[in-house]
């Protein structure tokens, strides 16, 4: 599903988490991060996933915004905007999850 949340009109049914899926699994180190929401928790995920001695699985949001005009400025905040709102309407939920702790 490629359309950003900007332009819905209506709150969907809640998408299919890999996540979640990954977490069932019961062995999998799994975390949801948004490039643009915080870096740090996202460079976090990824130092984790990586020491973790098992699978890991790190799913990541990064919207691209189409450019209406020239102006890379535009497009980088429209970015931004995009990534806030996911986040803070629950629709993208940030999480990092390790079963070894």
Not at 9 to 21: E, I, M, Q
Not at 32 to 56: H, K, L, T, W
């Amino acid at each position: 599903d490629t359309e950003p949340y900007t332009t819905r009109k209506s709150n969907p049914s809640p998408k299919k988490d890999v996540g979640l899926y990954a977490m069932n699994y019961g062995g999998a180190y799994v975390s949801s991060v948004a490039i643009y929401s915080s870096y740090a928790q996202c460079m976090n995920a990824i130092v984790e996933a990586d020491r973790f001695s098992g699978p890991s699985v790190v799913v990541a949001y990064f919207p691209i915004v189409a450019e209406k005009d020239s102006s890379h400025v535009s497009t980088t905040l429209a970015t931004l905007k995009e990534t806030k709102l996911a986040v803070d309407s629950g629709m993208w939920p940030l999480y990092r999850w390790n079963p070894s702790k």
